[in-house]
């Protein structure tokens, strides 16, 4: 079982930056790929970016790649989601995600309950 916390989110202007994190408990952290999504109001749900349980591998979404970072804390149980340049089309609640295959495409296992990321013009 893993529980998921997301903090980090709010108003940013356009151009800006903003970090994610999302504290994971459970002792098999180190052994789960990460990911995040996000999902605006009337909105299908999208895909951000996941990253391997190791660190290694990442893959990121067409709409955000070169902009924003994906990273993990093994140590401290903790995903990062670095946005950079942000636009007020990434609006969103950002959610994040757990699962053995979320790096292939699957769905995830476990969610968070979610931040909300606002990016004002």
Same mark, same amino acid.
């Given at each position: 079982?893993?529980?998921?916390?997301?903090?980090?989110?709010?108003?940013?202007?356009?151009?800006?930056?903003?970090?994610?994190s999302?504290?994971a408990?459970?002792?098999?952290?180190?052994?789960?790929?990460?990911?995040?999504?996000?999902?605006?109001p009337?909105?299908?749900?999208?895909?951000?970016?996941?990253? $391997?349980?190791?660190?290694?591998? %990442?893959?990121?979404?067409?709409?955000?790649? *070169? !902009?924003?970072? #994906?990273?993990? @804390?093994?140590?401290?149980?903790?995903?990062?989601?670095?946005?950079? $340049?942000?636009k007020?089309?990434? %609006?969103?609640?950002y959610?994040?995600?757990? *699962? !053995?295959?979320? #790096?292939f495409? @699957?769905?995830?296992?476990?969610?968070?309950?979610?931040?909300?990321?606002?990016v004002?013009?």
């Open positions: 079982q893993v529980q998921l916390v997301e903090s980090g989110g709010g108003l940013v202007q356009a151009e800006g930056s903003l970090r994610l999302c504290a408990s459970g002792r098999t952290f180190d052994t789960y790929p990460m990911g995040w999504f996000r999902q605006a009337g909105k299908e749900r999208e895909f951000v970016g996941a990253i $391997s349980a190791n660190g290694a591998l %990442t893959r990121y979404g067409d709409s955000v790649r *070169g !902009r924003f970072t #994906i990273t993990r @804390d093994n140590a401290q149980n903790t995903v990062y989601l670095q946005m950079n $340049s942000l007020p089309e990434d %609006t969103a609640n959610y994040c995600a757990a *699962g !053995r295959r979320i #790096i495409g @699957d769905d995830p296992e476990y969610w968070g309950q979610g931040t909300q990321v606002t004002s013009s």
